[in-house]
């Protein structure tokens, strides 16, 4: 079933779309290693939103404007699920 938000909905973190150990983008092999590369990619993405960015970013429609930051969101809640996956393992959290 295929959900659709329009904007200044926020889009609710399912369990399943959270990572697991088999879940790993192509050609990295740990959940470590996918933290790190995810936890750049939110640090690139927030860099282009704030500081000299932000004037650039602020130019763009609202829609634009609320798919970054739903993409923000999204990384945000993977960088914290993989943080509970590297520091407690499988199945269990930090919070």
Not at 4 to 20: D, R
Not at 59 to 66: A, L
Not at 70 to 79: H, N, R, S
Request: proline letters at 4%; hydrophobic letters at 45%.
């Amino acid at each position: 079933m295929e959900t659709t938000f329009k904007a200044g909905q926020v889009a609710p973190v399912q369990a399943a779309a959270l990572p697991t150990v088999g879940a790993f983008i192509a050609g990295v092999d740990t959940p470590a290693d996918r933290l790190t590369a995810r936890t750049a990619q939110l640090s690139a993405l927030m860099h282009t939103l704030t500081g000299e960015g932000f004037a650039s970013f602020d130019t763009y429609s609202d829609t634009i404007r609320h798919d970054v930051l739903w993409l923000v969101c999204d990384l945000a809640a993977e960088v914290n699920a993989l943080t509970d996956l590297v520091v407690c393992g499988p199945g269990k959290g930090i919070g």
